[in-house]
């Protein structure tokens, strides 16, 4: 990872701006998105726009079934890969998609005993790529995973 003093900053209504001689030398994926580390994850698009994402396995979060977390103050909803929000964040905890479902809960926290943090307490639920949920919000103790219901 290469570190480049003064390359982003805050912009007047508090986005973050990117100076045009970095985003030229940015590793970009085949989907023109880079991912980068300016206070927090975010990934970043070759004109600059940028939206932020959560962290997993130190770098960030990855697009699953299209989507990845991100985080606005202190709730979390999803971006896409042209950096919209299609989920907008109103939970507590998240965990990225897995077969075309998501664990989501509110009302819980975050706990650290060491490596990775997870979510206790709240009530949980599974939401499918449009934020619908499949899976109702109820309390649980551990909720890990979704499974599509049969039909």
């Known amino acids: 990872m290469s570190t480049f003093p003064h390359c982003a900053w805050n912009g007047a209504k ?3 701006r990117f100076a045009r001689r970095r985003l030229g030398g940015m590793a970009y994926d085949e989907r ?5 580390y300016v206070g927090g994850w975010r990934y970043v698009a070759r004109d600059g726009r940028s939206a932020p994402v959560m962290t997993l396995d130190n770098g960030a979060d990855p697009f699953v079934s299209g989507l990845a977390r991100s985080a606005n103050g ?7 890969r042209s950096l919209r929000t299609v989920i907008p964040a109103q939970f507590d905890g998240a965990y990225p998609f897995e077969n075309g479902l998501a ?5 819980c926290r975050t706990v650290s005993e060491g490596e990775p943090s997870s979510y206790v307490g709240g009530s949980w639920g599974c939401i499918d790529p449009r934020g619908r949920f499949v899976v109702a919000l109820h309390p649980a103790r551990d909720y890990a995973s979704c499974s599509r219901p049969d039909n």
């Open 74 to 80: 202190k709730k979390i909803g999803y971006i896409d």
């Open 103 to 107: 664990v989501v809960c509110k009302g």
């Open 32 to 36: 023109g998105l880079a991912s980068v």
């Open 14 to 16: 508090g986005e973050v």
